[in-house]
């Protein structure tokens, strides 16, 4: 079957850094996605990696390992209204998203 | 990116009832999507609404319960049928936009929906 696999909950502090894992199992690969949603909102898109490597965008950089079914999304200088949850999905060989369970990320004074 | 609208925002409903849910697109799109979304957890896709054909439903989701319309490319609604608490959540439509490589997906606001 397919698989997301990330983080239920981590928590940081305001102006740190913060790296939320997500690994994979999916059939086929067209890319991997990161959203963000804060509660109560939809989710709005941050990121997308389909080559191995790393994609920075401002404090937010996403990297992706293919072989390894891996990805990270790295958050710098935290800031309070980065609390939200994070959500990686990855696009199968149907271009169907397939999303994880979601990272909620509590940001500290 | 897309502006995505949906109605309503948020109902309260009885157990028994049916609810319809808009989504309105600013741009026509051949393909509209919608999930689930229960507490704490992650999106679940429903089915994928196709402008002039059946729409296409996931593994667990079945046309009698959530029956979808797809008049033209820039509107959909979904119909949650004979709702039961269990039916509680937020109802998202979503289309992807791509843009060169990237088919990423834009959502609409969401629809809270609670089932007494």
């Known amino acids: 079957g397919q698989n997301i696999d990330q983080p239920t909950e981590m928590t940081a502090t305001e102006g740190a850094i913060v790296q939320i894992n997500c690994t994979y199992q999916?059939?086929?690969?067209?890319?991997l996605f990161w959203y963000q949603q804060h509660a109560g909102e939809a989710p709005t898109f941050l990121s997308y990696?389909?080559l191995d490597g790393l994609e920075e965008k401002g404090r937010f950089s996403s990297f992706l390992s293919r072989s390894k079914g891996y990805s990270y999304l790295l958050l710098k200088e935290l800031q309070m209204k980065d609390s939200a949850s994070y959500l990686c999905?990855?696009?199968?060989?149907?271009?169907?998203?397939?999303w994880g369970a979601g990272t909620k990320l509590i940001i500290k004074p | 990116s897309a502006v995505i609208s949906q109605k309503p925002s948020r109902d309260i409903c009885q157990r028994g009832t049916s609810l319809t849910i808009q989504c309105q697109v600013d741009?026509?799109?051949?393909?509209m999507f919608w999930y689930r979304q229960q507490p704490g957890q992650s999106l679940t896709l429903i089915a994928t609404?196709?402008?002039?054909?059946?729409?296409?439903?996931e593994s667990g989701f079945v046309i009698d319960k959530f029956p979808i319309s797809r008049p033209n490319l820039t509107f959909s609604t979904l119909t949650v049928s004979n709702m039961s608490p269990e039916d509680s959540s937020i109802y998202l439509c979503?289309?992807?936009?791509?843009?060169?490589?990237?088919?990423?997906?834009?959502f609409g606001p969401g629809t809270r929906l609670t089932v007494l």
């Open positions: 979503s289309v992807p936009r791509g843009a060169g490589d990237i088919n990423e997906q834009f």
């Open positions: 741009s026509q799109v051949t393909m």
């Open positions: 609404a196709n402008q002039g054909s059946e729409a296409t439903y």
């Open positions: 999916t059939s086929g690969f067209n890319g």
């Open positions: 990696n389909v």
């Open positions: 999905a990855v696009m199968d060989s149907n271009y169907q998203l397939i």
